[in-house]
């Protein structure tokens, strides 16, 4: 196939097209995959980094609510929708897939104008406006939990990094504990708040060192780059700047204190690993629902970050570390959600559109196709 993904900014449209397009390469090693993207965004690194080639666009950010920014999206919308489309017409892309984000919404409109299928995937609970305007051109669309309110949106989970979604923390368990440092026999509670830290976590949990060392348990502590200064190793408390391994990270974890971001909601499931999600307050509040599912399940507990002090996880996290029957529980309930194959799941959803649209083709005689519709 030939296909463009368009996943450009956050991580949280990127990584899902990355291990998208892994799956394909696997399916298809001589598929042609471009991603699509801006300047700003990540993909700018990552992309190349996994050796697939991308193709920019100018953004289109949409604002939510009454400004003047209003007034200029229509002519920035006609221009990026006009070299999208150069982009899928000069690849002879057979397929678009759109993750969401500044991208997707003028690839969509792309694909349309120039007669491709589209493939959509929303990995929040509450899906963004490209992603709800998108849905409305095909019947082939992807969420990542239960619930979500999109049309023709069927649960697949959110493709994820090989490493995590071939993880078998038992079995990886001793290695990972040993690569970070900690002893292998204790409990351990890995904690970490994105890239930068979160300084409600990071101020949590220093306040509470003390006594979870006197539960019985260790720390692994991801506390962002520009924290790590602040922070002193000590025997059953390990700080780092930033973990590249997560598959390690998750596999010397029995409990995670973490925020509630799509992929790591999605990650956490996969693996069976039970957590205390703290969502950011931010937003509209996308982190909270994307945890929910989980929650619900068994498998996490929900504390509001202002509700997150150090009482607050002295009284009710760390009783959760003594008990390793409720742990296992909730492992158990979380890994129950999880989803593993979401991105050889886009993979066969890519095959279907591709494989309607030429019998439509075929079948109306006008070389078009409705997108979907």
Not at 91 to 104: I, N, S, T
Not at 128 to 144: E, P, Q
Not at 312 to 324: C, K, Q
Request: proline letters at 6%; hydrophobic letters at 45%.
């Amino acid at each position: 196939m030939k296909v463009v993904l368009a996943g450009g900014g956050t991580a949280g449209h990127v990584e899902p097209a990355l291990a998208t397009a892994d799956a394909l390469r696997r399916a298809e090693p001589d598929a042609q995959i471009t991603m699509l993207g801006t300047e700003r965004g990540l993909e700018t690194r990552l992309v190349p980094e996994r050796g697939y080639d991308l193709e920019l666009i100018p953004p289109v950010p949409l604002p939510r609510r009454l400004t003047v920014e209003l007034v200029r999206i229509p002519a920035r919308m006609r221009g990026s929708v006009r070299q999208a489309a150069t982009v899928l017409r000069e690849r002879q892309a057979e397929v678009l897939v759109g993750f969401g984000g500044y991208v997707a919404l003028p690839a969509y409109l792309a694909a349309r104008r120039v007669g491709i299928p589209i493939v959509v995937h929303e990995a929040n609970a509450r899906p963004g406006l490209a992603n709800r305007i998108g849905a409305r051109f095909t019947s082939h669309v992807a969420v990542a939990s239960p619930g979500v309110q999109l049309a023709h949106g069927e649960h697949v989970g959110i493709p994820l990094r090989r490493s995590i979604a071939l993880l078998d923390r038992s079995a990886q368990r001793a290695e990972a504990r040993a690569f970070f440092g900690l002893e292998p026999d204790k409990r351990t509670l890995l904690v970490f708040g994105g890239s930068q830290g979160a300084r409600r976590l990071n101020d949590t949990i220093m306040a509470a060192v003390d006594a979870v060392l006197d539960a019985g348990a260790q720390i692994l502590h991801a506390v962002g780059a520009g924290n790590i200064d602040s922070v002193t190793a000590r025997p059953g408390y390990v700080p780092v700047p930033y973990i590249d391994r997560m598959d390690l990270a998750y596999a010397a974890a029995d409990l995670v204190l973490c925020r509630a971001g799509a992929i790591t909601c999605a990650e956490l499931a996969a693996v069976g690993l039970p957590a205390v999600y703290v969502p950011l307050p931010h937003g509209n509040g996308e982190q909270r629902l994307n945890a929910e599912p989980t929650v619900s399940a068994g498998g996490g507990v929900l504390i509001r970050d202002s509700d997150l002090t150090p009482d607050e996880f002295i009284g009710s996290v760390v009783p959760l570390l003594r008990d390793a029957d409720r742990l296992r529980t909730m492992g158990a309930a979380a890994a129950d959600l999880g989803r593993r194959d979401a991105d050889d799941h886009l993979v066969r959803m890519m095959r279907h559109a591709v494989e309607q649209a030429s019998g439509s083709d075929v079948n109306s005689g006008d070389g078009t196709d409705s997108g979907g519709q």
